[in-house]
Every structure is written in structure tokens, then in C-alpha cells.
């Protein structure tokens, strides 16, 4: 098959995406080799780490098969401004996360990655985080405790 009839059928953007989560997946098992797995009963500190990187695995060979048989789909390029704001956003959150808690930390993460989608508004943004928030709240902070303070630690609230 010549590169021209390959890429009649070959959808680019989501072949370079089913091998991007490939890679994060086979580097994820090799960083990971020396933790113990341990099993579903006895988990070890691999074990949920294995078992992301597995599921990565999964979800890349699936999209690397649709991206076969779905069609030509010309690659632009990539949106580096938005790949910017979302790794950007998850870097302040995990940098901040200590310092700030985990409102004030989840008020950058969701207010910066917002902004990676062009259509979205202030005020989109502003509900989008308000819910999000509180969610967190509800769910980490009340439901299952976590360790985590969720205002920032040098108002001495917890």
C-alpha cells in the first residue's frame, strides 16, 4: 500500500493520539516497574498506577483501530496555546496544592484550562468553577476526608 492510499483511510489526528497514549502508557509501566502490584484485595503502592497505564493502553490500541477505520482526517498541526493552558493549569494545581488548599488551587486549575476552549466566557467560566468547587468539596473534603486542607493553611481553617 503506497503512503497515498494509506493515508486515504488513515485518520492522522487520531493515529498520532492512539500512539501518544501508547507512549505515555508503555514510559507510565516502565517508571512503575518497581512497585509491588500486589492484588484486588492486597493492593500495593503499583497497583492502581498499573492499573491506569493498563487502561491508558487500552483506550490508545482502540483509538490507533478506529483511526484505520474511520476515514481520512487530514493533521493542521497541533493547538499549542491550549496544550499550553491545560499543562500550565495542572502544573499551578499541583505547585500550588500545599500553599493555597484545594479551593483555591482548584479555582486555578479550572479557571486557566477554561480558557483553552476559544468559545468559552467569563461567565461560563465562572459557573464551571463555582460547581466544580463545590463538588470537590463535597465529595474529597466531606465525603472522604482527605488529608488535604481546602482554604489555604495560613488562615489556620482545615
Do not use: H
Not at 21 to 38: C, K
Amino acid at each position: 500500500m503506497s503512503e497515498n492510499q494509506l493515508t486515504r483511510y488513515l485518520n492522522i489526528r487520531d493515529f498520532i493520539f492512539g500512539l501518544l497514549l501508547l507512549g505515555i502508557a508503555i514510559g507510565g509501566f516502565y517508571v512503575n516497574q518497581g512497585y509491588e502490584a500486589g492484588t484486588a484485595s492486597r493492593m500495593g503502592p503499583g497497583y492502581m498506577p498499573k492499573l491506569v497505564f493498563a487502561l491508558i493502553a487500552c483506550f490508545g490500541i482502540g483509538i490507533l483501530i478506529s483511526a484505520l477505520r474511520s476515514g481520512k482526517d487530514p493533521f493542521d498541526g497541533f493547538a499549542w496555546r491550549e496544550l499550553g493552558l491545560i499543562l500550565g493549569a495542572l502544573t499551578a494545581f499541583g505547585t500550588f496544592l500545599d500553599k493555597l488548599g484545594l479551593g483555591l488551587s482548584l479555582i486555578i486549575l479550572i479557571m486557566m484550562s477554561s480558557f483553552a476552549d476559544r468559545s468559552q466566557t467569563l461567565k461560563g467560566a465562572l459557573a464551571l468553577t463555582a460547581v466544580l468547587v463545590c463538588l470537590c468539596w463535597v465529595i474529597f473534603i466531606l465525603g472522604l476526608k482527605i488529608g488535604i486542607p481546602f482554604l489555604p493553611p495560613i488562615l489556620g481553617f482545615s
